[in-house]
């Protein structure tokens, strides 16, 4: 378990950190946020496919193809924290050693496009004081860190439930319940 664990964290985290370098120096350059959002959710789920490919091949191949819903889950759930660790310890680099201005840059596009697409002046200072609070929490790495893990982490905790949802198997195939 611990190799397929391992393999596929390794690779699922590849996977996220190097989409997410590329979209972070595109949407940086050119300010240009909204596409490379999709983006970073569809590599996130193309990464956490893994967990799939990762609970299928443990279960055939390496436990009579049975599993449990709580092991399909554990096995997802460390695969999930692998992926997502190598992608929180990846932004942490890239945002403080080469884009340490990218939350103002970020929060500065976000109210534009808010007054861009007709948002009232009450609207603006819910959008600016909500922004307040996440400038505030990158001011720390522990902030940082946080709102790093909520933005992957509940994706690979959903794919992890879905997958051990289906791959469950008490017994094997052709066997009496």
């Known amino acids: 378990m611990k190799k397929i664990v391992l393999v596929s964290g390794l690779i699922a985290g590849i996977i996220l950190t190097s989409?997410?370098?590329?979209?972070?120096?595109?949407?940086?350059?050119?300010?240009?946020?909204?596409?490379?959002?999709?983006?970073?959710?569809?590599?996130?789920?193309?990464?956490?496919?893994?967990?799939?490919?990762g609970v299928k091949n443990f279960?055939?191949?390496?436990?009579?193809?049975?599993?449990?819903?709580?092991?399909?889950?554990?096995i997802g759930l460390y695969?999930?924290?692998?992926?997502?660790?190598?992608?929180?310890?990846?932004?942490?680099?890239?945002?403080y050693f080469f884009i340490p201005d990218f939350m103002e840059k970020y929060i500065a596009h976000a109210v534009n496009q808010a007054k861009?697409?007709?948002?009232?002046?009450?609207?603006?200072?819910k959008k600016a004081a909500e922004f307040s609070d996440y400038k505030e929490m990158y001011k720390t790495p522990v902030g940082v860190i946080l709102l790093t893990y909520l933005e992957v982490l509940p994706v690979g905790l959903l794919i992890s439930l879905i997958c051990a949802l289906l791959l469950k198997r008490k017994n094997q195939p052709g066997q009496a319940a």
């Open 19 to 53: 989409v997410m370098a590329v979209s972070t120096a595109v949407c940086y350059t050119t300010n240009q946020y909204e596409g490379n959002m999709v983006l970073g959710y569809a590599s996130m789920i193309l990464a956490f496919s893994l967990i799939f490919v």
């Open 59 to 74: 279960r055939d191949n390496y436990n009579n193809r049975v599993i449990s819903f709580g092991k399909a889950f554990k």
């Open 79 to 95: 695969i999930t924290l692998i992926a997502s660790t190598m992608y929180v310890l990846s932004w942490l680099v890239e945002y």
């Open 116 to 125: 861009i697409e007709g948002a009232s002046q009450l609207e603006l200072d």
